[in-house]
């Protein structure tokens, strides 16, 4: 089994509900995860020990810890791309949810459509702005 330790090899590995990615890396490419940070936990434990009987999901914890900073400590930049975020994640949502007549299938296609490559890569450009907010 390959270690993959942050401390060695990357500064910061962030992720957002390591479970499943954890298991895919150790199943099929034998890597085993040490020293990276889930952002889910960090927000389950910032919770009330009364509120943590679930895990939030991303949409949650962007809206809740990211979204609701008050206007005036946010730069414009920052109202902006949480304004863009939302839209580009209902977009991506449109084309993979079932009750809004998508299909996972979407994320099979090749090439891969630029809204689901934005939804992608806007849900893993929020990771390190909750994780300062949850430190």
């Not at 459509?113 to 702005?129: F, H, K, R, T």
Request: charged share 30%.
């Amino acid at each position: 089994t390959k270690i993959l330790n942050t401390t060695e090899q990357i500064a910061d590995l962030v992720f957002f509900d390591v479970r499943y990615d954890s298991d895919a890396l150790c199943a099929h490419y034998s890597v085993a995860l040490q020293g990276v940070e889930d952002v889910q936990l960090m927000e389950s434990s910032s919770r009330v020990i009364a509120s943590r009987k679930f895990l939030s999901g991303l949409n949650k914890c962007v809206e809740k810890d990211l979204l609701s900073i008050p206007w005036e400590d946010q730069s414009i930049a920052g109202r902006k791309r949480a304004k863009d975020w939302k839209l580009t994640k209902e977009k991506g949502e449109r084309l993979f949810k079932a009750e809004q007549g998508g299909s996972y299938e979407i994320f099979n296609q090749r090439p891969i459509p630029d809204e689901i490559i934005a939804y992608c890569v806007g849900a893993v450009q929020c990771l390190p702005g909750l994780r300062k907010q949850l430190c």
